[in-house]
């Protein structure tokens, strides 16, 4: 998906069944505006809380 997609600072991002964050950190990373959502609230807090914070990114959840 990175390779053949052109993302730009600031596009946001609405992303489904997202687990515990990676893909959402990884986007975030490079700029974009990451809303995630999971029926695991669990995979949830790690995604906002802990993966995202500890890269410098924020994701809402």
Known sequence: MAQQARFTPGQ???LIGEG???N???LAR???EVTAVDQSQTGLA?????R???CGSSITT
């Open 12 to 14: 946001k991002v609405l």
């Open 24 to 26: 959402g950190v990884w």
């Open 30 to 32: 490079q700029g974009l």
């Open 46 to 50: 790690r995604a906002g809380g802990g």
């Open 52 to 54: 995202a914070f500890d």
């Open 20 to 22: 515990e964050g990676r």
